[in-house]
């Protein structure tokens, strides 16, 4: 069970320099990683292009990410140098995740990466004020005639908020497109919740190294997910 859980969970790694991303990426093999996201704003800007060879060399599914300071990331520099490196990085991953204020401002670029075969995730994350149910839904709603999967993250201070990004779920033509769940440790139970829901996959870190608030590690999550299904036997993924 445990190998075909792992489809469902990609590890998000966030190298410091060239030389960890090699390490980081080696170690999520060896624990049976499937996909994992590479977060390259942990890299310094001119080692950001030097890791297109890497990528593709990979032999795993990779989702590209390069997130701005505006968006909770670390990268700083110029957007227009930023579109150039995720570009030039991303024509060898199978997904690029691109905040969904980059894919309203670049449709061309959104249309160049699917051209070529890869898959885009427009993310949007809400650290502030959680949004309502009806602004989770219309903001899922529009994306999905953008890119391939969105991604809808909140920041709830009660639990209502909490179900409210699950409940995207219920909407049919959601399910398999939308992955959203809620950011913090207190809601980390909302990641494992997200797959069972319909979600394609959700994100989980290395033992020790999470890249986000609240997220658990990719042997913990496959433990979750194999306990729920063996409790109920009858739950389809």
Same mark, same amino acid.
């Given at each position: 069970?445990?190998?075909?859980?792992?489809?469902?969970?990609?590890?998000?790694?966030?190298?410091?320099?060239?030389?960890?991303?090699?390490?980081?990426?080696?170690?999520a093999?060896?624990?049976?990683?499937?996909?994992?996201?590479?977060?390259?704003?942990?890299?310094?800007?001119?080692?950001?292009?030097g890791?297109?060879?890497?990528?593709?060399?990979?032999?795993?599914?990779?989702?590209?990410?390069?997130?701005?300071?505006?968006?909770?990331?670390? #990268?700083? /520099?110029?957007?227009?140098?930023? %579109? =150039? +490196?995720? !570009?030039? *990085?991303?024509?060898?991953?199978?997904?690029? $995740?691109?905040?969904?204020?980059?894919?309203?401002?670049?449709p061309?670029?959104?249309?160049?990466?699917?051209?070529?075969?890869?898959?885009?995730?427009?993310?949007?994350? #809400?650290? /502030?004020?959680?949004?309502?149910? %009806? =602004? +989770?839904? !219309?903001? *899922?709603?529009?994306?999905?005639?953008?890119? $391939?999967?969105v991604?809808?993250?909140?920041?709830?201070?009660?639990?209502?908020?909490?179900?409210?990004i699950?409940?995207?779920?219920?909407?049919?033509?959601?399910?398999?497109?939308?992955?959203?769940?809620?950011?913090?440790?207190?809601?980390?139970?909302?990641?494992?919740?997200?797959?069972?829901?319909?979600?394609?996959?959700?994100?989980?870190?290395?033992?020790?190294?999470?890249?986000?608030?609240?997220?658990?590690?990719?042997?913990?999550?496959?433990?979750?997910?194999?306990?729920?299904?063996?409790s109920?036997?009858?739950?389809?993924?």
């Amino acid at each position: 069970m445990r190998s075909s859980l792992a489809e469902k969970v990609c590890v998000s790694i966030m190298p410091r320099n060239i030389g960890e991303f090699g390490q980081l990426c080696e170690r999520a093999l060896e624990l049976g990683a499937r996909l994992v996201e590479l977060r390259l704003d942990g890299l310094q800007e001119g080692e950001i292009g030097g890791a297109a060879r890497l990528v593709q060399d990979m032999s795993i599914k990779k989702i590209i990410t390069l997130r701005p300071s505006w968006e909770g990331g670390l #990268y700083a /520099g110029d957007e227009q140098k930023r %579109l =150039e +490196l995720l !570009r030039r *990085v991303s024509v060898d991953a199978e997904y690029v $995740d691109l905040e969904r204020r980059t894919v309203d401002a670049n449709p061309r670029l959104v249309e160049e990466l699917r051209n070529v075969g890869v898959k885009v995730i427009s993310s949007k994350h #809400y650290f /502030g004020e959680a949004p309502s149910s %009806l =602004e +989770l839904r !219309r903001v *899922v709603a529009e994306g999905l005639g953008m890119a $391939d999967i969105v991604k809808v993250v909140n920041n709830p201070g009660k639990v209502s908020e909490a179900m409210d990004i699950l409940a995207l779920y219920s909407e049919a033509s959601f399910r398999g497109r939308v992955i959203s769940f809620s950011m913090g440790e207190r809601w980390c139970l909302t990641r494992v919740l997200s797959v069972l829901l319909g979600a394609p996959f959700t994100y989980a870190s290395l033992p020790g190294q999470p890249v986000a608030p609240g997220q658990p590690s990719f042997p913990d999550t496959l433990e979750a997910l194999e306990v729920f299904l063996k409790s109920w036997p009858s739950w389809q993924l």
